[in-house]
């Protein structure tokens, strides 16, 4: 195994030039159809490198759904989209065993996971034995019907969406589930300017249509180059410092957040932040992760990973305000 100190950062940032040629293709193709949101785009880029599901919420008529729907189309893949409902059933996601009487027996009818991009529309709508079959196709990266074990595409990614501010007929995510998802990003309304462009596109009826510039061949090789990027000893000392003192506030010298916090992050949340690191140091079409990597990705990585408690939400305290006092406080290497 190579050693740490013998990885040759120039040779790494040369092949990372070549090889991260294509972001820069997916992130125009994005911008022609989707106004502003840039967090956005880059987030999904993120979690499309660092293979890691994103969970996006925001009010209705953000371009959460055509993000996701650009993001497949740019990227020549098979895409699929849930309406996630009440009454949604297992086996409308994952599929189910059908009797044929041609072949006499039963045989498998594959159900809309079975894409490499599933949109899973207003997640939080769908009862708990729903949340429980996507699950296991998120973390296992399979799906059981019957008595057999399928594996599902390469690359899979599940992108799901949540509305805020409508709680009638949902259910919240099971914290098992949300910390399957390596990013939570929240969007925010557009500014005047792209909210002008976005009225003169639709009055106009001229909708740009992306087209595939990617093949998910090429994903699949991106990702293994993601997980050679270079991320020091320092840094990851910087990852784990951030993740403990989620959970141990007092020892960063924030005492005061100890009664605000239920509980932090996991060890899953420390993977994903390096993971999330590394992609972003990629797309940045750097062959290290710098400090600034990680600031960049944490808000997004952190937040639905921090549990608070009945007293923060007395106080009116949310999780991004207990990330960002966490980031201003651990020492930066």
């Given at each position: 195994?190579?050693?740490?100190?013998?990885?040759d950062v120039r040779e790494?940032?040369?092949?990372?030039?070549?090889?991260?040629?294509?972001?820069?293709?997916?992130?125009?193709?994005?911008?022609?159809?989707?106004?502003?949101?840039?967090?956005?785009?880059?987030?999904?880029?993120?979690?499309?490198?660092?293979?890691?599901?994103?969970?996006?919420?925001?009010?209705?008529?953000?371009?959460?759904?055509?993000?996701?729907?650009?993001?497949?189309?740019?990227?020549?893949?098979?895409?699929?989209?849930?309406?996630?409902?009440?009454?949604?059933?297992?086996?409308?996601?994952?599929?189910?065993?059908?009797?044929?009487?041609?072949?006499?027996?039963?045989?498998?009818?594959?159900?809309?996971?079975?894409?490499?991009?599933?949109?899973?529309?207003?997640?939080?709508?769908?009862?708990?034995?729903?949340?429980?079959?996507?699950?296991?196709?998120?973390?296992?990266?399979?799906?059981?019907?019957?008595?057999?074990?399928?594996?599902?595409?390469?690359?899979?990614?599940?992108?799901?969406?949540?509305?805020?501010?409508?709680?009638?007929?949902?259910?919240?995510?099971?914290?098992?589930?949300?910390?399957?998802?390596?990013?939570?990003?929240?969007?925010?309304?557009?500014?005047?300017?792209?909210?002008?462009?976005?009225?003169?596109?639709?009055?106009?009826?001229?909708?740009?249509?992306?087209?595939?510039?990617?093949?998910?061949?090429?994903?699949?090789?991106?990702?293994?180059?993601?997980?050679?990027?270079?991320?020091?000893?320092?840094?990851?000392?910087?990852?784990?410092?951030?993740?403990?003192?989620?959970?141990?506030?007092?020892?960063?010298?924030?005492?005061?957040?100890?009664?605000?916090?239920?509980?932090?992050?996991?060890?899953?949340?420390?993977?994903?932040?390096?993971?999330?690191?590394?992609?972003?140091?990629?797309?940045?079409?750097?062959?290290?992760?710098?400090?600034?990597?990680?600031?960049?990705?944490?808000?997004?990585?952190?937040?639905?990973?921090?549990?608070?408690?009945?007293?923060?939400?007395?106080?009116?305290?949310t999780a991004e305000q207990?990330?960002?006092?966490?980031?201003?406080?651990?020492?930066?290497?």
């Open positions: 195994m190579e050693e740490r100190g013998s990885v790494l940032n040369a092949r990372i030039e070549r090889e991260s040629g294509f972001v820069d293709l997916l992130t125009m193709e994005m911008g022609r159809v989707i106004v502003g949101q840039k967090h956005l785009v880059e987030s999904l880029l993120v979690g499309l490198l660092a293979d890691g599901h994103v969970l996006l919420e925001g009010v209705p008529g953000l371009a959460k759904t055509l993000a996701i729907s650009t993001l497949s189309r740019s990227i020549d893949a098979k895409f699929a989209r849930i309406q996630f409902t009440p009454d949604l059933l297992p086996a409308d996601l994952v599929g189910t065993m059908i009797y044929s009487q041609k072949q006499e027996a039963f045989e498998v009818k594959r159900g809309p996971i079975f894409a490499n991009f599933v949109l899973a529309d207003e997640i939080n709508r769908a009862p708990a034995k729903v949340q429980s079959a996507l699950l296991e196709a998120m973390q296992e990266r399979q799906v059981t019907i019957g008595e057999q074990t399928y594996p599902l595409p390469k690359p899979f990614l599940v992108l799901a969406t949540q509305n805020p501010i409508e709680q009638e007929g949902t259910y919240p995510l099971p914290e098992a589930q949300v910390d399957r998802f390596m990013l939570k990003v929240c969007l925010d309304y557009p500014d005047k300017g792209e909210e002008q462009r976005i009225i003169r596109e639709n009055i106009t009826g001229e909708f740009p249509q992306a087209k595939a510039v990617v093949k998910p061949e090429d994903i699949m090789k991106a990702r293994e180059v993601v997980r050679e990027v270079y991320l020091d000893e320092k840094i990851e000392h910087y990852i784990v410092d951030i993740v403990f003192a989620t959970r141990r506030p007092e020892d960063y010298g924030m005492s005061t957040f100890k009664p605000l916090i239920g509980y932090g992050g996991s060890p899953r949340a420390s993977i994903s932040l390096a993971m999330a690191a590394k992609a972003y140091a990629f797309i940045k079409r750097r062959g290290y992760v710098v400090p600034e990597d990680v600031r960049a990705v944490s808000m997004d990585v952190l937040r639905h990973r921090v549990g608070l408690t009945y007293e923060a939400e007395a106080e009116n305290v207990i990330v960002t006092e966490i980031l201003n406080r651990v020492e930066v290497p």
